[in-house]
Structures are given as structure tokens and as C-alpha cells.
């Protein structure tokens, strides 16, 4: 099938649209096809390997917990496209931007990229937005996960707070990182967002979200994809990683982690 011919296959309805808007977030069944999610799940499992990498003090990686033991587990790569050519596409590929694009009502560009294991007994993450009031930061920021391994409730999938978005940022206007309180969705139901392999749901920066430990006994891989529109900052994606990464260096040593480097 002809690249034209799969972004006219995807794209999306009115009613998504009106949907995603009215309720913070939509789901795109079988966006990507099995070889495309098998070769994302090759990938995956070659990059699992590089011990090299997965080092406390490089910043490209994130830790969780074992909701049981403790243990420190190695969760996600922040960012991933760089490191490998098949998932760089997926990142950008046009049945992908333009949906996004739909979403926004203009071209959408690549602004963040991750690569989230979610081994089994992982804690998972508390009440957020993913905005952050800095300066630079695009108010249009918006995620697209792609399930890699199916997503539910036993593997802790991503639940979203129905039209939460609406009230905007909830957090002060600090610049730092911010859990939400339990009011701010008191009262809503969440949405479990339960993805089969290939399935995409993209929901925005201000949708309140959270995840539950994986309970399962398999991992729960999400290739975690975030966008900005084109009048919101253009290509800035390299532009933020820069800023990210002097950012996280200086957290990281304020609890005394001062050897950190990214590789």
C-alpha cells in the first residue's frame, strides 16, 4: 500500500476528532500493523540487552520500584528514537503525524520519545499531567502511546480522567514536577485505557492520568510518543532534550547523584 494511500486509510472521523477534544483523549484501533508491532518488539528486546546503557547514573534511563520487594527495576528510555532506526519511524510516521495533526488542525511535530517496559511488579506512576510550566514548554503537548504488548488492567495500563483537561494546568506554576491531589478528579470515573498490539491512544497535556503496579507476570512495553503543534514551537525537539537534560542533572543533584552523564 502506497504511503498515501495509509494515511488516507487513517485518518479520523469527525466525531474522534469532537471526541478527543470534548473528552481529553481517543483511541485509534490498529493504527500499525502485527509486522510493524513485531518489529518494534524485536527492537525493544535488542535494546533490553544493552547492559551498557541501563546504568543508574545515565540520564537516558528511568527506575522503577518492585511494588513488592523494593527492588530498583529498570523501567524506560527517555529518549529512544536515536537509538534505533525502526522505532525513529514509528516516531514519525505519517499515519501517525497526521492523525495528531488532525487532532491539532495543523502539522504536528515529533517534541518527546520513550520506550516504557513496565516490567512485571513495576509500581507503576501516581496522579499527573504531563505539562510542565516551563517557559518552553508547548501548551499543545500531547502523547501517543503505542502498545507493543497488550495493555490492561493486570499490567497496569494508563487510566485517564475524562475531561479533566478542561480546567487546564493544575499544578503551581513552578517549573518542577508536580502529583496531583485526589480532588482534582473527585467524583470522575477513569478510563482504563486497554490497547491490543498496534492499538494507539493519545490523550493530552493536561488529561490527569495515572498507572497501578503491573500485577502480571508480563512486561507491558508502550512505546510513549509526545507531540506539539506546529504553531506552538515548530521542531523542538532536540531543542527540549537539551533543556531536559541540564534540568534533570540539576535534581538529580540535589539528592547528591552528581556523576551523571548521557549516553
Known amino acids: 500500500m502506497s504511503i498515501s494511500a495509509l494515511i488516507e486509510s487513517s485518518r479520523l472521523s469527525r466525531e474522534q476528532v469532537r471526541f478527543y ?14 509486522a510493524e508491532i513485531a518489529v518494534a518488539s524485536m527492537e525493544a528486546d535488542r535494546l533490553l540487552d544493552r547492559a551498557d546503557l541501563k546504568v543508574t547514573p545515565n ?15 529498570f523501567e524506560t528510555f527517555d529518549p529512544v528514537i536515536d537509538l534505533s532506526p525502526p522505532l ?4 514519525r510516521d505519517p499515519r501517525l503525524l497526521g492523525a495528531v495533526g488532525e487532532l491539532y488542525g495543523e502539522p504536528a511535530h515529533l517534541f ?18 504531563d505539562y510542565i510550566s516551563w517557559p518552553s514548554f508547548p501548551t499543545s503537548f500531547a502523547t501517543a502511546a503505542i502498545a507493543i504488548d497488550p495493555c490492561d ?6 487510566e485517564v480522567y475524562p475531561r479533566v483537561h ?34 494507539v491512544a493519545i490523550f493530552g497535556g493536561y488529561a490527569p492520568h495515572r498507572s497501578a503496579p503491573n500485577r502480571s507476570a508480563s512486561w507491558r512495553r508502550l512505546l ?24 534533570l542533572k540539576v535534581k538529580y543533584a540535589q539528592y ?8
Open 21 to 34: 477534544r470534548d473528552e481529553g483523549y481517543v483511541i485509534l484501533r490498529g493504527l500499525f500493523h502485527p
Open 59 to 73: 540520564i537516558r534511563c528511568r527506575w522503577q520500584n518492585h511494588t513488592q520487594t523494593g527492588e530498583c527495576l
Open 88 to 91: 525513529a519511524d514509528l516516531a
Open 112 to 129: 518527546k520519545d520513550k520506550l516504557i517496559f513496565k516490567p512485571p511488579g513495576a509500581k507503576g506512576h501516581d496522579l499527573h499531567q
Open 153 to 158: 488492567r493486570d499490567n497496569g495500563c494508563t
Open 166 to 199: 478542561r480546567r487546564g494546568y493544575l499544578s503551581p506554576m513552578d517549573g518542577d514536577f508536580h502529583p496531583l491531589a485526589e480532588q482534582h478528579v473527585e467524583g470522575i470515573e477513569p478510563v482504563p485505557l486497554i490497547l491490543e498490539p498496534g492499538d
Open 224 to 247: 510513549y510518543l509526545s507531540y506539539n503543534a506546529d504553531s506552538d514551537g515548530g521542531d523542538q525537539r532536540d531543542a527540549h532534550y537539551a533543556e531536559f537534560h541540564t534540568w
Open 256 to 263: 547528591g547523584k552528581t556523576e551523571t552523564f548521557f549516553q
